[in-house]
Nanobody
Framework: QVQLVESGGGLVQAGGSLRLSCAVSGSIWSIEATAWYRQTPGKQRDLVAH???????DYADSVKGRFTISRDNAKNTVDLQMNSLKPEDTAVYYCNVKTLVRSQLFNYWGQGTQVTVSS
């Protein structure tokens, strides 16, 4: 089992920056990958950034060059640094962790944190 608690959302003007943090606890040893997703009302939850256990990262085209996903093993957090924010980045952001236990893949989600970018 893994527990996720997000923080760092809020209101920011276009062009500004925010840093989201996801505190991870529980069976941290079983984590295979971490990610951030976002969702707006009436739409599906979309992948924003993904990081494998080996450190490989992938980003949605819309955030490449502006967002950075990282993992702090000392603090047990998964962070998303968001720069040059645009109004279209407004969404609820969710932390996601995938674990592998006895060849089974499990998916865990945080509660979500609201990010609002004003124009």
């Amino acid at each position: 089992q893994v527990q996720l608690v997000e923080s760092g959302g809020g209101l920011v003007q276009a062009g500004g920056s925010l840093r989201l943090s996801c505190a991870v606890s529980g069976s941290i040893w079983s984590i295979e990958a971490t990610a951030w997703y976002r969702q707006t009302p009436g739409k599906q939850r979309d992948l924003v950034a993904h990081r494998t256990i080996s450190g490989r990262t992938d980003y949605a085209d819309s955030v490449k060059g502006r967002f950075t996903i990282s993992r702090d093993n000392a603090k047990n957090t998964v962070d998303l640094q968001m720069n040059s924010l645009k109004p279209e980045d407004t969404a609820v952001y969710y932390c996601n962790v995938k674990t592998l236990v006895r060849s089974q893949l499990f998916n865990y989600w945080g509660q979500g944190t609201q990010v609002t970018v004003s124009s």
